[in-house]
């Protein structure tokens, strides 16, 4: 059968467990599909890795997603949405195949929620090395002034379940004071890495009263209905039979026991082996 002629899973790809934040937003509003979710958990972290290995890695998983038989892959992941997901729609992809990220649909929408044009961006250090939100909001919105901080401890924190401990709050408070530090009008605060929301209590206890804060998961799913909504070529060839697959790279007994974490439900993994 021709990829024109298939249907398949929609994919969803993520450095490690973040993604899962994202993709539990994605199946309550599109629950009707089928997915089958990749989380490269042998090769974790991405976030402090060159471009250029990112690239490499985000490639083989998303042509692993290709082969399950998924014609569209999400990259529930900012750093390689960052890193790899231009080069990969410009040099890479197959007749019939679509991928996107989540660095685009998050700052289509930003300025709906700043009055004052100041923009926090909290993510990893990858992320903010790439510029990438700095560059997409200003090309959507040139009047935002962005300003950018990395966490670099929050997503073993979090990885580590340790979402209120003292290491946490101590971690917390000082990241949120120094992005804080960089504008005394900052109205809004973007977590820009799929882990940071399960934080989300701590943070709101270190930050003002009347800032935003935005978690990506329902942007990125509502972008996605208005895109499956507006490329009716690309809805028909997903799969709609409401299953649900996991892979890893690493360990599955380990990615069950903390996906329940990231996903909100108990989940069965399979191994998926890539090039180490």
């Given amino acids: 059968m021709s990829e ?9 790809f993520d450095s ?53 038989g998924c014609n569209l892959v999400i990259l529930a992941c900012n750093t390689a949405s960052a890193k790899a997901l ?17 660095i685009r649909p998050t700052s ?10 100041k ?19 200003n090309k959507f919105h040139p009047e935002i002034d962005v300003f950018q901080h990395a966490c670099p401890f929050w997503v073993p924190l979090v990885e580590n379940n340790e979402l209120n401990s003292e290491g946490a709050h101590f971690f917390v408070q000082q990241d949120l004071e120094q992005l804080l530090g960089q504008s005394a009008d900052m109205d809004t605060i973007l977590l820009a890495c799929t882990h940071y929301p399960l934080l989300l209590p ?11 804060i935005i978690s990506q998961g329902e942007l990125v799913a509502k972008s996605l209905v208005d895109y499956l909504n507006r490329h009716p070529e690309v809805e028909e060839h997903c799969s709609k039979n409401q299953t ?8 599955p007994i380990d990615f069950n026991s903390k996906a329940e974490i990231f ?13 180490t």
């Avoid at 993510?123 to 997409?136: C, F, K």
């Avoid at 701590?202 to 935003?212: A, E, S, T």
């Avoid at 996903?263 to 090039?275: A, D, H, P, T």
């Fill in 263 to 275: 996903f909100g439900k108990r989940i069965e993994s399979k191994f998926l082996k890539v090039s």
């Fill in 16 to 68: 490690g467990y973040g993604g899962l934040t994202v993709f539990k937003e994605i199946h309550k509003y599109l629950p009707r599909y089928d997915y089958i979710y990749l989380g490269d958990n042998a090769r974790v972290p991405y976030g402090t890795r060159s471009f250029e290995t990112v690239y490499e890695y985000t490639k083989e998983c998303v042509f692993k997603l290709f082969d399950l």
């Fill in 119 to 137: 923009v926090g961006i909290l993510a990893t250090q990858g992320t903010v090395n790439s510029n990438s939100y700095v560059i997409e909001i």
């Fill in 86 to 102: 231009r080069t990969i729609q410009q040099h890479d992809l197959p007749a019939g195949k679509k991928v996107l990220g989540v």
């Fill in 202 to 212: 701590l943070i709101k206890k270190y930050v003002p009263k009347g800032i935003n």
């Fill in 244 to 251: 649900l697959q996991f892979f890893t790279t690493d360990n």
């Fill in 108 to 117: 289509e929408v930003v300025d709906q929620f700043t009055k004052t044009n």
């Fill in 4 to 12: 024109i002629e298939s249907t398949g899973p929609i994919g969803i």
